[in-house]
């Protein structure tokens, strides 16, 4: 044996010997794979937290999956019923999110083109203007005049054809022009949570509707309409207490030469005072042609054709193409305020056929190693009867979301526990250390994200409870974040 190596040999050894105290020096040496994890309950006071609330055992579940790296020697998970299928409601846009992120790509931004048969001439646009929709579903007003500025900055006057609204991108993934009146989830079909899909989709396909008492009488308004909508309030002033005030109305749209009119009736109690609610505009053609006119006149532009639905032939120029929102932002919104229809978007947006989303995403999820045993995921937004999905794979797909390059804008676009979104008035109690995702629908009261414990360890968690008195719920899922706050796990 040469000299150099067997001077060598003891340092080998000695190197040998030391590995199993270095690593488990190391501070991420004591993470533990999930299947190595021990599960124990809940604590007894918090599952007697939801039977007080009238929350039967069956009727909740949830699990709290310590994220790698842990902090802790001993690796424990809480459970409970944690693989009984139950409706996530919105929580289901965590998934839609994340599969985005990861199909698209952070920077990926939609793309609305504008676009006509002939480069324009003397400022005149001979033929038609195409404005084609991608499904940028944050498209908004403001957009649309800065993008009918640029065409008038390059030069075009007057649009001698007509403008042609080109919504077919989202048609090869089931969306038809029939949906607009089909998706009425809760017979509160004005509610803008109750907006669909639409490739050309414009201001979320809702607007703020202005509710005044002046003198004894109700009032309408809207501060986001175009100048040729009037508003008529037949709103019969009502005594008695506030109550559900958004779900009694009833508001109908009818258009009448050059003006649409909207008009809400129903009772209204006097004690709700002011208020201003969002509600869906289904009539996406009608406040679509309303801005264009008033804009292009703004802009010193001249246009007396018709505004029309129709396809951009493959032989048309581009004269501007909008660059929409980086998918960060856009899933921020979606998860800090559960918008629906925004969720929707991204789902049609990666499917080509309808029912195509439950399975590539199921498919997605099996392939990062979370088990999605009798799972349905119906639809991109949670607004579902049938999405059944299980607590444990709920965290296990947050524990993955953990492990990726991009998760802090994952992390970034949940609402904050006391802070933002859809959480700024709940769980104040944890200084602002959890970061969760809300759902809710009748009977239906969820939550998931994450939860950062006094000790340092980032937990993920899912709880879901369904039952008649799932609205009580609030208060025992509040309990239940606070004691992985202030607890965690223990050696």
Not at 111 to 131: C, H, Q, S, W
Not at 200 to 228: K, Q
Not at 249 to 273: H, M, P, W
Not at 454 to 475: E, P, Y
Request: hydrophobic residues 40%; charged residues 20%.
């Amino acid at each position: 044996m040469p000299l150099f190596f067997l001077a060598l040999t003891p340092r080998v050894h000695i190197l040998r010997a030391l590995l199993p105290a270095v690593v488990l020096a190391a501070p991420w040496a004591f993470s533990s794979p999930a299947w190595a994890m021990s599960e124990i309950k809940f604590p007894a006071e918090l599952i007697q937290s939801f039977t007080k609330e009238g929350i039967a055992k069956g009727e909740w579940s949830a699990y709290a999956l310590p994220v790698e790296p842990t902090v802790q020697r001993r690796t424990i998970a809480f459970a409970q019923g944690e693989r009984d299928l139950q409706n996530p409601a919105s929580v289901t846009k965590l998934f839609t999110t994340g599969y985005a992120m990861d199909m698209l790509g952070t920077g990926f931004a939609y793309k609305t083109g504008f676009m006509a048969d002939a480069e324009p001439e003397n400022g005149v646009l001979r033929g038609n203007l195409y404005i084609k929709g991608s499904g940028d579903p944050v498209f908004l007003s403001s957009d649309l005049w800065e993008s009918l500025r640029r065409l008038r900055a390059r030069g075009v006057r007057k649009i001698s054809g007509s403008i042609v609204l080109d919504r077919t991108a989202f048609l090869a993934a089931g969306q038809t022009e029939a949906t607009a009146d089909a998706e009425d989830f809760d017979e509160t079909a004005y509610r803008a949570y109750n907006a669909v899909p639409d490739a050309l989709l414009l201001n979320h396909g809702a607007m703020g509707l202005d509710i005044s008492v002046v003198e004894g009488r109700v009032r309408v308004s809207s501060l986001d309409a175009p100048s040729n909508w009037a508003f008529v309030s037949n709103l019969t002033p009502a005594k008695g207490e506030c109550g559900a005030w958004k779900n009694g109305l009833n508001i109908q749209f009818k258009k009448q030469k050059d003006e649409v009119v909207v008009n809400v009736s129903g009772a209204y109690a006097t004690r709700c005072g002011s208020n201003r609610l969002p509600i869906r505009i289904a009539q996406q053609d009608w406040l679509w042609e309303s801005w264009i006119r008033e804009i292009w006149k703004q802009l010193g532009g001249e246009f007396n054709g018709e505004v029309i639905a129709g396809a951009t032939p493959n032989t048309t120029i581009a004269l501007y193409t909008h660059v929409g929102k980086p998918l960060t932002e856009v899933i921020r919104t979606v998860n800090k305020w559960s918008n629906n229809v925004m969720a929707r978007h991204l789902e049609l947006t990666m499917t080509t056929t309808p029912g195509e989303f439950d399975q590539k995403v199921r498919a997605w999820l099996n392939s990062k190693g979370v088990s999605t045993p009798g799972w349905v995921l119906e639809n991109g937004s949670g607004l579902s009867r049938s999405t059944r999905i299980d607590a444990k794979g709920l965290s296990e797909y947050l524990a993955y979301m953990a492990r990726r390059a991009d998760f802090p804008d994952f992390f970034a676009s949940l609402p904050r526990a006391g802070a933002d979104g859809t959480m700024a008035r709940r769980m104040k109690n944890v200084d602002e250390f959890a970061y969760l995702k809300t759902g809710s629908l009748n009977g239906v009261r969820t939550i998931g994200g994450y939860v950062r414990s006094r000790n340092g360890q980032l937990w993920a968690i899912g709880v879901m409870v369904r039952g008649a008195n799932a609205g009580n719920a609030w208060t025992p899922m509040e309990n239940l974040v606070k004691m992985l706050y202030n607890k965690g796990s223990e050696d």
